[in-house]
């Protein structure tokens, strides 16, 4: 079992030891996708979901998920994040809004989760606002676009269909 990084000898699970690992610029790019019907789609173009501005609390939320990442996944490090960026783009034809969240930091251990947790809480606060609307509102394509630093060095995902 010591081939496994979050388990010790003993087959206990453990957080990695990044304590000797020297600090560098980490950045992790994730994205996701939600889909709706036309006339919850219109909704959230117009800026007129009874709930509020819907794109605008999702990106508080993303903010919010990336900073809170070790809380809700057990294993990930409590991160002192300096960036995180969530950002929408619309598509009209589809009915649908791809999530992109950018999160950065100069630390010892590398930020996937945390770009992955922001999309994710993005795309459910969308879900959350509109379901009384929409109830067939999907949730789909979460992945890593890309990251960089790090001893592993840069991935960048070729295919993302």
């Known amino acids: 079992m010591a081939s496994f990084t979050h388990i010790d000898k003993e087959g206990r699970v453990r957080m990695v030891d990044v304590t000797e690992k020297k600090p560098s610029v980490r950045v992790a790019t994730a994205q996701g996708m939600i889909s709706m019907n036309p ?29 809170k990442t070790s809380d ?16 929408f783009f619309m598509d009209e034809a589809k009915k649908s809004i791809r999530i992109e969240s950018v999160v950065r930091i100069v630390g ?8 992955l947790s922001a999309v994710t809480v993005a795309a459910l606060t969308i879900y959350d606002m509109c379901k009384s609307y929409d109830r067939e509102i999907r949730i789909s394509d979460i ?14 995902r070729e295919n993302t269909d």
Do not use: W, Y
């Not at 992945?143 to 960048?156: A, D, E, R, V």
């Open 72 to 87: 809700l996944i057990p294993m990930c490090h409590p991160l002192n994040i300096t960036h995180v960026s969530i950002d």
């Open 39 to 67: 006339e919850t789609f219109e909704r959230i173009q117009n800026k007129s979901v009874k709930k509020g501005n819907v794109l605008e609390t999702a990106r508080i939320a993303g903010v919010l998920a990336a900073k």
């Open 143 to 156: 992945f890593l676009l890309q990251k960089s630093g790090g001893t592993s060095g840069t991935f960048i």
């Open 108 to 115: 010892q251990t590398g930020v996937e989760m945390e770009a």
